[in-house]
């Protein structure tokens, strides 16, 4: 069974910075795009950051300029580079495989983001 691990979360003060880790046990991991999503209290889970099999990555607005998803085939890692964060980066943050654009696997435990302004 396929296992999603993350790590990295944390509370800061807006305006900083920190980088979410995620290790996948997906023995084909280079051939899958990933994507690390997000949930804040009672709102539904969005797709935040997006990184394809080539290494093309995709953002949702909201986060542009601030984020940068990237891949390590050879650790099966993706991690999430947030600067610049903001009150409303507050959310637990997970990772999964994606399959023509939804998550593939069960949900890991996430890694809460707080953001203080």
């Known amino acids: 069974q396929v296992q999603l691990v993350e790590s990295g979360g944390g509370m800061v003060q807006a305006g900083e910075s920190l980088t979410l880790s995620c290790v996948i046990s997906?023995?084909?991991?280079?051939?899958?795009?990933m994507g690390w999503y997000r949930q804040a209290p009672k709102k539904t889970r969005e797709l935040v950051a997006q990184?394809?099999?080539?290494?093309?990555?995709n953002y949702v607005d909201s986060v542009k300029g601030r984020f940068t998803i990237s891949r390590d085939n050879a650790k099966n890692t993706v991690t999430l580079q947030m600067d610049s964060l903001k009150s409303e980066d507050t959310a637990m943050y997970y990772c999964?495989?994606?399959?023509?654009?939804?998550?593939?696997?069960?949900w890991g435990q996430g890694t809460q983001v707080t953001v203080s302004s």
């Open positions: 997906e023995r084909l991991f280079s051939n899958y795009d």
């Open positions: 990184v394809s099999r080539d290494f093309t990555s």
């Open positions: 999964n495989v994606l399959a023509h654009g939804s998550p593939l696997y069960r």
